[in-house]
Every structure is written in structure tokens, then in C-alpha cells.
């Protein structure tokens, strides 16, 4: 496997840092609230609106906001006291007393030149009307309200959206509106398909995060609808594919404005992947990935990632000549532990020169080797129990492995018609010690990546796969039968990191959740019995890792451009076929996008 020559960075933020500072809002920025904004139907918005002094026009920044224009820090939706107390440290952030949460800063925009707009959404807060529940309905509200900011006298008529979180998720849907001003939008870690970014991971319903994120964007309605704010959390785990169609992905393809994407590797339960999908699927020819593995609100309000928004934003709205649009397309930055970190530019993603290495698993040895074993092996855990499978490679020189790692798996329930498979990539540095990393909302105990799979769900959505990435289509449902011996394949989370020489990569299979994402769960597991893993001879089980630079044989790799669409079915009751596909992909698609015959 290949090296790259990297200098490395350390963060200077302290472990277990938990620092938040805020600073007045400057006395020359004018402030207009409850500002009121009439949209489509007639219904009043009704906004904050933070200008300079005098009548100066200025570009504008929108934000729509189910979390209050007028909340301060000590009412945001998250106490950041009590995340450090449960152990997940913000590290350092400041931000003007008038920032609302997770929404641009007017502390900073305003003296650059910015007029900044928060708005309350519909139903919440100070604005009149009945909360929408549907996205794309929200975002037809912030359309009207980018509308009505490039009309006022104190604007130039160019509007760009900025924000974290569910504020850039509703930026990919606004966006997605054609708002004829909106002229940029900058995305920070977003949600662009709410039901496989976040409701249900691979098939499996998540039970704290989506609850939370519901009862977050609830808690400012005016109107409440007392009975759908009660059976709503329950309705996305008990009928996810239900709900698949009503928190569909936006058309990303259709949207054509500039924009800057911001996506972490430290947030993979609910934003890494989406922020991800949108980037690639975007159809701008404008647009911009910038990748970190740090913390995501100390990135995001940071000088060096607000620097870079300014730069895109200077360039968009205020038609400024400082050669954004000679900057390489994607930053990334990839981890060596929790602490350091390397960073350079490319042209695209996923990396142009990657390669992808089949690693097969190997039960007599616990080993990830480049061939597959001829001996077909089975061994099986019990995972009610905390039982785990665990799979290591050690590396022989620097690697990096960036980009979308994907798993496949022979896997047979016994005395079951499901199962729920949970994966995690670990690093564990030459001294044999495990290297921890950044986690979603600042835990520091994660690892490099996730994995979820149901396997009545490992059907694949022909659409959204593709050679090196399974996405697995929810509305598809195909249980198990006894004896039955089934190929999965599953979407381990994009990131980059790095493995220096003698350092190892570790897989570890189970049935529940890791300790390493404890705000995101899934409490609705439908484990049972045994399950068994089988591996070697006809049954190839491996790990899929995005390699980068290609400093190996073109027989151990796959390259990018490979078609992953192939037919037929190899599957059986209490035996299989071997899986490979006619057109040499380490990964055979044929038996999860075919027909699978099951006996029920």
C-alpha cells in the first residue's frame, strides 16, 4: 500500500476542553427585531434583521430557525454544561451574545459587509401560522423570505444561506426551491436524506438522536399539534420505510448554485454521510468540499473555516476578485489521532487516484488478508450477550485510507428472520494502544468509522450504489429462513485517516451498540439467538478500503470506474454459490440487487 509525505497538525485544543465565551454584539451594528415577512399564503414571519449603520447596501445571509431568533446561549436547545458533564466537550467557542443557535454570527458577518436575516420558522416562536412538518414545505417559507431580503433598500440582491446542523439541511432544501436571489449557500454539516442520514441506519431505527432532534425543533411552536408531536418519534421507528417517502432527499442534481459544503468526519451518525452525498450529487459546477475531524461548533465559528466562508461568500455576493474560484475544489483533512491532523487540496471526491483493496476475513487467524482463505469457515456470536467478532490488518508502511469503506458478509441467523449487524473501524498505533478520535457533538473516545446493517434490509437501491458504496434501498424487505445463508453488504462511513507503519486497522463485528457513539442509539434491535458469520472458500467476506495513493498491484484492486450492476442470484437455503460477479468486483452485487428466493 501506498504513503504520502504529510505534515502534520496539532490542534491546540486541550483534552476535555469546554470553553465558551461570549462577547457583546458591536455598538455600530444596527438591529431590527421582529421584523415582519409576509410569504406565499399570506402568513407573517417574523425576523431579526442585523445591519451596519446608515444606508449602506450590503449582501445579505439568510437563516430560517426552528430554534429562536431571539435565544441566547443559555437557551439553545443544548446546554453546553451539560454535554461537558456527561463527556462531550465543545473545546473552545466564542460567539457574540446575539448569535442564535447554530446560525451565522452577526458579531462577525455585519463588520465584513454583511446584512444578516434570522428568521423564526412558521408556527414558532414570534411567527404567526401553523408549523409545517415537511421539509420541502419549510423551505418554500425560507425561499419567501430570501425573496423579500433582496428587495429591501439595505441590500445589493444577492442572498447566500449559511448555518450548521438542521439549518444547513434546510439550506439544501431551500436551495432545491430555485429562490431566483439566492446567488450561494454554504451548508456546514447538514442533513440532506433525513431517513438513511439519521432515522435508520441501514435499515435500523435510531431511538436518540431522532428523538432529540424532534423535540429540539418542536419546542418553540406556537400552534402545537399535540398528537403529531407525541406519535411522530414513534411513527420513524416503528415504520421507517413509511416514513422513507416523507423526508425524502432533495434534488440535488437540479440545484446549480455555488456552494460551499462543510462535513466532518467526527459526526458519522447523524450528518458525516449526508453532507457527503449532497457534496458529490450536487449539479453546481460551483461547489466546494471542506472536510475536518474535529469538533463541529468550534470548527465552525473558528477563524480558519470562517475565513474560508467569508473568501466564498466575498467572491459570490460581493463579486470580489480574490481567486476563490482557483481554489481546488476539496480540502481534506485527514486524522492521525485524536489531536493531529494533515490537510491538503485535491480535485474532487472521491479522490481521483483512489484504489480499492479487498481485505477477506479470516476466522482460524482473526486476520484481514488480501486473498480469500480456501477453506469455507463459520463462526458465530452470541450478541445479546456483548459478543463480538474482530478482524485486524496491520500495515507494513504509511497508509492513508480516505474515502467510502464498505463491508461484505456471509451471514446465516439461527432460529431468526433478522438480524441487526453494528461495525466499527478502530486504529490501534504500534504500540499496540487504541487511537481515539473526535465524535458527534464532541465526544473524544470515537472511532475511525461506523457501520449498521439489517439484514432484511440488504437490498440495494441500483440508483444510489455504486462500486464502492452499497446503499441499501429501505422499502425492499427480505427476512431470513431458517439455514439460510444470505450476502450483505454494508455502508461504512466516508473519512480519512491516517495508519502509520506498524500501526493496525481493526474491524469488530457485533449486535448492539458501540460505546463509541453514545448520543446516537438503537434501542429497537431485533437480535435473537445466534448469529454466524461465514468466510473463505465460497463465501467471500471482506472489508472494502478506499486506498489512496495506489501504490499497489492492480490484482489486489478495484478501480472507481467499474460498473457495480450485475444480475442473477446466488443465493440459497443452508448453502451458496461463490459470489463472484462477472465483471471482477471484490464486491458481488448480483445476489443483493437480484431477486432473492427465501422460504417464509
Excluded at 407573517?44 to 430554534?67: D, S
Excluded at 407525541?230 to 434534488?251: A, E, N, Q, T, Y
Excluded at 450492476?565 to 461463490?578: I, P, Y
Amino acid at each position: 500500500m501506498g504513503s504520502w509525505k504529510y505534515v502534520s497538525t496539532q490542534d491546540p485544543t486541550p483534552l476535555e476542553h469546554h470553553c465558551v465565551r461570549l462577547y457583546p454584539l458591536p455598538s455600530d451594528i444596527t438591529v431590527e427585531r421582529d421584523v415582519p415577512i409576509r410569504t406565499a399564503d399570506g402568513t407573517i414571519l417574523r425576523a431579526n434583521v442585523y445591519r451596519p449603520e446608515g444606508l449602506e447596501q450590503c449582501p445579505v445571509l439568510v437563516c430560517v430557525t426552528p430554534y429562536g431568533k431571539d435565544a441566547g446561549v443559555d437557551d439553545y436547545p443544548v446546554n453546553f454544561g451539560e454535554l461537558a458533564e456527561s463527556g462531550n466537550f465543545v473545546g473552545e467557542l466564542e460567539l457574540s451574545d446575539q448569535t442564535a443557535f447554530e446560525a451565522p454570527d452577526p458579531g462577525y458577518w455585519v463588520p465584513r459587509g454583511y446584512v444578516v436575516v434570522v428568521a423564526d420558522l412558521r408556527g414558532c416562536f414570534a411567527s404567526d401560522g401553523r408549523p409545517r412538518l415537511l421539509l420541502g414545505r419549510i423551505a418554500a417559507d425560507a425561499a419567501d423570505v430570501i425573496e423579500w431580503a433582496a428587495e429591501q433598500p439595505w441590500s445589493t440582491g444577492k442572498v447566500g444561506m449559511a448555518g450548521v446542523s438542521h439549518l444547513a439541511t434546510l439550506q439544501w432544501y431551500t436551495a432545491a426551491q430555485h429562490p431566483p436571489h439566492l446567488a450561494a449557500f454554504s451548508p456546514w454539516e447538514g442533513i440532506t436524506d433525513p431517513f438513511r442520514d439519521t432515522l435508520s441506519h441501514g435499515g435500523i431505527p435510531e431511538t436518540h438522536f431522532s428523538d432529540f432532534w424532534w423535540r429540539a425543533t418542536q419546542r418553540g411552536t406556537r400552534v402545537p399539534s399535540a398528537s403529531i408531536r407525541k406519535i411522530s418519534p414513534w411513527l420513524w421507528r416503528r415504520f421507517p420505510d413509511r416514513c422513507r417517502h416523507v423526508v425524502g432527499p432533495p434534488p440535488f442534481a437540479d440545484i446549480t448554485v455555488p456552494a460551499l459544503v462543510g462535513a466532518s468526519w467526527s459526526d458519522q451518525g447523524p450528518r458525516t454521510r449526508g453532507s457527503i452525498t449532497g457534496y458529490t450529487q450536487l449539479g453546481s459546477p460551483d461547489k466546494w468540499l471542506y472536510t475536518h475531524g474535529r469538533k463541529t461548533w468550534q470548527m465552525f465559528y473558528g477563524a480558519e473555516a470562517l475565513d474560508v466562508q467569508r473568501r466564498f461568500f466575498d467572491h459570490f455576493l460581493k463579486g470580489e476578485d480574490n481567486g476563490f474560484d482557483e481554489v481546488p475544489r476539496v480540502r481534506l483533512e485527514t486524522r492521525h489521532d485524536l489531536r493531529t491532523y494533515s490537510e491538503r487540496h485535491e480535485s474532487q471526491w472521491p479522490l481521483p487516484n483512489t484504489r480499492y483493496v479487498p481485505l477477506h476475513l479470516d476466522h482460524a487467524t482473526g486476520g484481514l488478508h488480501p486473498e480469500r482463505s480456501d477453506e469455507a469457515v463459520n463462526a458465530r456470536m452470541f450478541p445479546v450477550a456483548g459478543d463480538e467478532l474482530v478482524f485486524t490488518t496491520t500495515f507494513d508502511e504509511d497508509t492513508e485510507i480516505s474515502g467510502h469503506a464498505a463491508l461484505r458478509l456471509w451471514v446465516e441467523a439461527k432460529d431468526a428472520k433478522d438480524m441487526d449487524l453494528f461495525v466499527a473501524l478502530k486504529k490501534i498505533d504500534p504500540s499496540g494502544n487504541e487511537v481515539r478520535f473526535e465524535g458527534h457533538d464532541g465526544f473524544e473516545e470515537g472511532v475511525v468509522a461506523h457501520g449498521w446493517i439489517r439484514v432484511s434490509h440488504r437490498a440495494l437501491d441500483p440508483e444510489a450504489s455504486t462500486a464502492y458504496r452499497p446503499v441499501i434501498d429501505p422499502a425492499t424487505y427480505w427476512p431470513l429462513s431458517a439455514g439460510q445463508i444470505v450476502p450483505v453488504d454494508i455502508e461504512i462511513m466516508p473519512h480519512s485517516t491516517f495508519f502509520e507503519a506498524g500501526s493496525s486497522l481493526v474491524l469488530v463485528i457485533t449486535g448492539q451498540d458501540f460505546d463509541t457513539l453514545p448520543d446516537i442509539r438503537h434501542d429497537d434491535t431485533i437480535n435473537q439467538g445466534f448469529h454466524i458469520v461465514h468466510a473463505g472458500g465460497q463465501y467471500d467476506s471482506h472489508l472494502l478500503l478506499p486506498v489512496v495513493p495506489a501504490a499497489v498491484s492492480t490484482v489486489d484492486v478495484i478501480d472507481t470506474a467499474v460498473s457495480c450492476e450485475s444480475s442473477g442470484s446466488c443465493e440459497s437455503s443452508g448453502s451458496s454459490e461463490a459470489a463472484g460477479s462477472p465483471d471482477g468486483l471484490p464486491v458481488a452485487w448480483g445476489p443483493v440487487f437480484g431477486r432473492q428466493h427465501v422460504r417464509l
